[in-house]
């Protein structure tokens, strides 16, 4: 039972554009969203966060937004670099249990 | 200065072989994870430790078996290896006691294979 999904497996833009990362999650417990990046043979690395009290989280070019009335959170990236190439990870995590829950990743594509 | 470090970072073995996984963690964090990335690459937590403590411990076969020989260590021990326990196990750390946001940093990863 995958309580976060993210259905695309793999998106490609080109420099300069906007990358939308979506994820989407079935579990109404879940209070922390957090999206990681990962390189091939390294860990994920923590991108940025957003409690479920807030609606926008921004650092940088990254930008999370969550709508909770419909279990949706996306990652915004702007510009996009070559260097962002890399598997994203959405996590989730419900207070009190320190485990995340994450989905199954989005390979992310920026092309020079 | 690595964060989060494990050994080794690749383990090939036959199957029935019992192995282990080190890691560590220099960030003085409170809490240790292992999670293992399965094949169709979502990562799963196993177990989870707080200052040395089991607090989390999934669905997991007990020929797995945590040990914290302090709050900087968590190592993973694998009985009776299997085909199926063949993953990326990597390790995690935060930095705080009881708070349900905080962020988890992960390893670099170990890739298990089993023959």
């Known amino acids: 039972d995958q309580q976060v999904k993210q259905n695309s497996p793999s998106l490609s833009v080109q420099e300069g554009r906007i990358s939308i990362l979506n994820c989407d999650y079935t579990n109404s417990m879940f209070d922390y969203f957090l999206w990681y990046k990962k390189y091939p043979a390294e860990g994920p690395t923590f991108l940025i966060s957003?409690?479920?009290?807030?609606d926008k989280n921004e650092d940088g070019r990254f930008t999370v937004f969550l709508n909770k009335s419909a279990k949706h959170l996306s990652l915004h990236i702007v510009p996009s670099q070559p260097g962002d190439s890399a598997v994203y990870f959405c996590a989730a995590s419900v207070a009190g249990r320190r485990a995340l829950t994450f989905g199954s990743g989005t390979r992310l594509q920026v092309q020079p | 200065d690595t964060a989060v470090s494990q050994t080794p970072k690749y383990l090939v073995t036959q199957m029935g072989n019992d192995k282990s996984i080190k890691c560590e963690q220099n960030?003085?964090?409170?809490?240790m994870y292992w999670y293992k990335q399965d094949s169709k690459k979502f990562l799963k937590i196993m177990f989870s430790y707080n200052n040395k403590e089991l607090i989390i411990n999934e669905t997991v076969p007990n020929r797995f078996s945590p040990k914290s020989p302090d709050k900087a260590h968590l190592n993973l021990h694998i009985n009776s290896l299997e085909l199926g326990d063949s993953a990326v196990y990597f390790c995690?750390?935060?930095?705080?006691?009881?708070?349900?946001?905080?962020?988890?940093?992960f390893g670099p990863g170990t890739r298990l294979t089993v023959l």
């Open positions: 957003i409690s479920s009290i807030k």
């Open positions: 995690a750390s935060s930095p705080r006691t009881g708070g349900p946001t905080d962020t988890q940093y």
């Open positions: 960030l003085g964090h409170d809490t």
